[in-house]
Nanobody, 128 residues
């Protein structure tokens, strides 16, 4: 059973930085992709960034390109995935979710339905 546990959320001023972490356990991830989604109150859960575990290929939503960086630590036994968030804006405020899903070759899934495992979420609040 795959388990994903996020950490690192919090309150930060606009222009600041946060790093989210996701510890993944329960299977080998060589054929998986990992992603970060976010959901603001009253809105849908949106794709933020994804990474193909084997190739390291990444993909970002336009709204975070140049500000957020997703990475993974293959040598860490906890299969860590990170989301470094810089130049944060109030509109980045949301609950952030880590997700895992099967992926062929070096494809990076971007759709909600392409991920089949989810963490519990961590709150990120950016004040103006």
């Amino acid at each position: 059973q795959v388990q994903l546990v996020e950490s690192g959320g919090g309150l930060v001023q606009a222009g600041g930085s946060l790093r989210l972490s996701c510890a993944a356990s329960g299977r080998t991830f060589s054929t998986y992709a990992m992603g970060w989604f976010r959901q603001a109150p009253g809105k849908e859960r949106d794709f933020v960034a994804g990474i193909n575990w084997r190739s390291g290929r990444t993909y970002y939503a336009d709204s975070v390109k140049g500000r957020f960086t997703i990475s993974r630590d293959k040598d860490n036994p906890k299969n860590m995935v990170y989301l470094q968030m810089n130049s944060l804006k109030p509109e980045d405020t949301a609950v952030y979710y880590c997700a895992a899903g099967p992926s062929r070759s070096d494809y990076v899934p971007r759709g909600y339905n392409e991920y089949d495992r989810w963490g519990q979420g961590t709150q990120v609040t950016v004040s103006s």
